[in-house]
């Protein structure tokens, strides 16, 4: 599923634009740490975790793109971050929950 796809789900707008950003799979998470241990390779992952460790984790794992819920904002560090490391970010007013059955049609991320 393409940036444009995911964001259009869930109702949201394109942070962080990274043009071939895709995602083949969904995790929901926000303790960093599960999502380290748990995320895949191109996934969306699904959090309220808006600061700069997000992008880490991703890069970590090859999460490609962040959604951001409840509407939260992305302080300028995570937005420079994700830029440099190629991770793109929506933010959606919808919850975690609400988030991951729009994008119901993708699997779910499990390593």
Known sequence: MT???????VGGEIVVDIPDAKA????????????MGHAGEDCALITIQ???NTIAVCTLVGCSIVVI???RPVPPDMIEGAKREGVAIIVTPR????AALALS?????EQ
């Open 3 to 9: 940036l444009a796809e995911v964001s259009e789900k």
């Open 24 to 35: 083949e799979s969904v995790y929901v998470g926000d303790l960093l740490s599960d999502v």
């Open 50 to 52: 808006n600061h700069l």
């Open 69 to 71: 819920c409840h509407s």
């Open 95 to 98: 919850s975690q929950y609400s």
């Open 105 to 109: 049609s993708l699997p779910p991320s």
